[in-house]
């Protein structure tokens, strides 16, 4: 028999509930995509993968970084390597390859892939942007920006548009908070070999749209602010303190003592 204070709790979580229920909105949007897998037609143990040849040397020299007796210290390298190689994701072969080169037991880089929210286990597009949703940038206006990219390129989060160009994920704190709202984009197009990881800072709707449009021609915006009033995460309009020669710190004087 439950006391007033445990049905008044249970009354409240039903109620809560049955909001969630109710609500799309109010219920809580998954930042990656879903993480189990089920065998697809380019997505299953048996499609073959292996390394390229350029990157087997990679794999070589990542591996020479450990001790042989502590290959699987490699696995996150690794992985990182075959996703660039396979245009953003890991498919279940890739992995298992990894766990071949580290000699594991496959889960245990399945288990590494699924926690770390930069590895990808479904396709993701040429550019891969990924918008920070955490509390600074969300006071910022992540959403907007959010909302803004999903709309121009006519897709929901983490799916990607029918030219395999773009899609649009969400990440938690970059550590660029200063300079918040800002997304990254993840490239793609150019294979390990070109493969870069840039943070786009200060972002508004309106720019990020210009930016992909500059992505998809083939043009590359500049990195860092998007803020022409700031240098890098100074403050806009130039510095308000530490404006003269800082002085030295006082020192005893030792000939005196
Ligand atoms: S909250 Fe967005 S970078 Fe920190």
């Known amino acids: 028999m439950l006391g007033p204070a445990a049905r008044l709790a249970v ?43 350029s990157n087997k040397e990679k794999v070589k020299e990542i591996l020479s970084h450990y001790p042989s007796n502590y290959k699987q210290s490699a696995v996150i390298p690794l992985l990182d390597l075959a996703q660039q190689q396979h245009g953003g994701w890991l498919p279940v072969s890739a992995m298992n390859a990894v766990a071949k080169i580290v000699e594991v037991a496959p889960i245990r880089v399945y288990e590494v ?17 990924l918008v920070c949703g955490t509390t600074p940038c969300m006071i910022r206006g992540s959403r907007e920006i959010e ?16 030219d395999g160009m773009f899609s649009v994920g969400e990440m938690e704190c970059m550590g660029c908070c200063v300079n918040a709202p800002m997304i990254t984009v ?59 020669e800082p002085k030295a710190p006082p020192c005893r004087d030792l000939d005196a003592c």
């Open 147 to 162: 909302a803004a990219l999903l709309k121009h390129l006519g897709v929901e989060r983490n799916e990607v548009t029918k």
């Open 186 to 244: 993840a490239d793609y197009t150019k294979g390990s070999e070109g493969y870069t990881y840039n943070y786009y800072e200060d972002v508004t709707p309106e720019r990020v749209i210009e930016m992909v449009e500059m992505l998809r021609k083939g043009e590359k915006p500049p990195r860092g602010t998007q803020n022409p009033g700031r240098i890098n995460a100074g403050p806009e309009g130039g510095n308000t303190t530490l404006l003269g």
């Open 113 to 129: 892939a699924t926690f770390y929210s930069m590895f990808n286990r479904s396709k993701v597009g040429k550019y891969h942007l």
């Open 11 to 53: 009354r409240r979580f039903n109620e809560i509930r049955q909001v969630f229920r109710q609500s799309p909105q109010a219920s809580r949007s998954f930042s990656t995509a879903l993480n189990y897998h089920i065998d697809t037609p380019d997505n299953n143990p048996d499609m073959p993968w292996e390394f390229s040849a």
